[in-house]
């Protein structure tokens, strides 16, 4: 059974960095796209990042362009967003996410093309 687990949520203030970690049990890494997804509270889940399962094409939100970098580490079934610059409205939980498709240069920023989730974690900027 596929299984997601995302760390390294927190407070912290305007300006600050934080990087989350997405561990992924129970399936490989090296066959997947994966994304990270939040939702504040009020709004739908949006799509913040994704990186293909060759590593070769990824996607930004425009809000996090130059702020939010994703990352993969195979060896260590791993997935990263190391997020810079936070500002308030980047406040909400975090979520990964694996693709359905299993296509090497494939990513998108569609909830429902994907299939397994992690329990989210906490983000919250403030000072």
């Known amino acids: 059974q596929v299984q997601l687990v995302e760390s390294g949520g927190g407070l912290v203030q305007p300006g600050g960095s934080l990087r989350l970690s997405c561990a992924v049990l129970g399936f490989s890494l090296d066959y997947s796209t994966i994304a990270w997804f939040r939702q504040a509270p009020g709004k739908e889940r949006e799509g913040v990042s994704c990186?293909?399962?060759?590593?070769?094409?990824?996607y930004y939100l425009e809000s996090v362009k130059g702020r939010f970098t994703i990352s993969r580490d195979n060896d260590k079934n791993t997935a990263y967003l190391q997020m810079n610059s936070l500002k308030p409205e980047d406040t909400a939980v975090y979520y990964c996410a694996i693709g359905r498709r299993d296509i090497a240069s494939w990513c998108s920023r569609v909830r429902s093309d994907f299939g397994s989730w992690g329990q989210g974690t906490q983000v919250t900027v403030s000072s």
């Open positions: 990186i293909s399962r060759s590593g070769g094409s990824t």
